[in-house]
């Protein structure tokens, strides 16, 4: 069974990697795609790259091992880039939802609205908000005593997880988890809707059923990932600890952090016609 889940997720890392480095590619060269929706792309697709390159190649190294084992300086890192490229992620889907929200419900303000030190601002304060709730969870983490059991019950080091292997109260530490899930899960989704009720009930006054539509069009993609990723978010770490079950678990977290990334770049490209329109022309110019 290990040499075959090694092919599985190989073939979604593979797919994961061209998918995504392939709209951060054509949103640089093609010209059409030079847009704030674009740059937001960009940096949601550079995420997901890095997000399951932090996770997938170890686990890919473990399935071909008969014994399992990582450093806990390597454990720590790992679970401390994996929290702070998670919590980006959350902050930028924001930053996309609003970027949503001033082309539809401010069309005539846009360009002036999302100027690009705007833009590089905001994609700036995610990277750094991540890293930021990230460094706090893992310094309290770091102060537990860790002398008991030491076997990972999951396929990598995440936080929930390695709490469970200290020797010390670890209420604080599932309190701070929490309150951080709260902050950085909670707060922007309802951030989110909010957004779309004002997009949805700007859209509803547009008198053309194509302008409508393409309206709809621009934003169901975004709504797509948005429910993949806060769906397993919240089942994860907005759950009671008392409720915690080690294999749902593992379910929950492979899904946002290996299938929602090798999701999206196909979301994205199936669903855009000018991402589509992008690849055809790049293709048709490379074969001339």
């Known amino acids: 069974m290990q040499i075959l889940l090694f092919i599985v997720f190989l073939t979604c890392y593979l797919v994961t990697f061209i998918g995504n480095a392939l709209i951060i590619w054509l949103s640089n060269i093609n010209p059409r795609l ?79 609205i999302m100027h690009p030190m705007l833009c590089i601002s905001m994609a700036g304060a995610c990277w750094v908000g991540g890293f930021i709730v990230s460094l706090i969870n893992t310094v309290y983490t770091l102060q537990l005593p860790f002398c008991g059991p030491n ?19 670890t209420s604080l530490n599932k309190t701070l988890l929490f309150f ?60 009671p600890g008392t409720v915690h079950v080690a294999n749902q678990d593992k379910m929950a977290t492979l899904f946002y952090s290996v299938i929602t990334p090798m999701l999206n770049p196909l979301i994205y490209t199936l669903r855009n016609k000018d991402v589509k329109l992008a690849l055809r022309e790049t293709t048709r110019k490379a074969t001339l």
């Open 180 to 239: 951080s899930a709260v902050i950085v899960s909670v707060i922007p989704f309802f951030a989110i809707c909010s957004s779309y009720v004002y997009i949805i009930s700007s859209i509803m006054k547009i008198r053309t059923t194509g302008g409508r539509r393409k309206a709809f069009s621009t934003c169901a993609s975004h709504i797509l990932v948005v429910t993949l990723f806060y769906d397993t978010i919240f089942f994860m770490y907005l759950r």
């Open 34 to 112: 030079h847009t704030p929706m674009y740059f937001f792309l960009r940096n949601l697709s550079c995420l997901d790259i890095c997000y399951t390159s932090c996770v997938v190649p170890k686990m890919l190294i473990n399935f071909l091992l008969v014994k399992k084992s990582i450093s806990s300086n390597a454990c720590f890192t790992q679970m401390s880039v994996h929290m702070s490229l998670g919590i980006t992620d959350s902050f930028l889907l924001l930053s996309m939802a609003y970027d949503r929200y001033v082309a539809i419900c401010s069309p005539l303000h846009y360009t002036k």
């Open 151 to 169: 076997i990972v019950n999951h396929f990598f080091c995440e936080e929930p997880t390695l709490l469970e292997l200290a020797c010390a109260d």
